[in-house]
Nanobody, 119 residues
């Protein structure tokens, strides 16, 4: 099965920036869509950004204009640039993927990476 490893989370001041990285392993085929989810305490996990193999991108309304998703140089890797961070962005951020147009998001979640925005 495909595994995803996230890194780059940290504690930052409001208005600060972070760059999250994700690398996928366990498949030799290009992953159709890769994306970033986040989950804050007591809240549902939500999709915040995704990028398709043709570089089509989509963002949640709450992060549009502040976050940027991009494919990495290595195969099946993805980054998330988080700018103008707000306290409500505090969450564990997870990477995931869809392996074909008819495939769902993966069901095996890793550890994620913690982003904390606080004064």
């Amino acid at each position: 099965q495909v595994q995803y490893v996230e890194s780059g989370g940290d504690t930052v001041q409001p208005g600060g920036s972070l760059r999250l990285s994700c690398a996928a392993s366990g498949t030799t085929l290009p992953i159709y869509v890769m994306g970033w989810y986040r989950q804050a305490p007591g809240k549902e996990r939500e999709l915040v950004a995704s990028i398709r193999s043709d570089d089509w991108v989509n963002y949640a309304d709450s992060v549009k204009g502040r976050f940027t998703i991009a494919r990495g140089d290595s195969k099946n890797s993805v980054y998330l640039q988080l700018n103008s961070l707000k306290p409500e962005d505090t969450a564990v951020y997870y990477c995931n993927g869809r392996q074909s147009p008819i495939a769902a998001w993966g069901t095996s979640w890793g550890q994620g990476t913690q982003v904390t925005v606080s004064s």
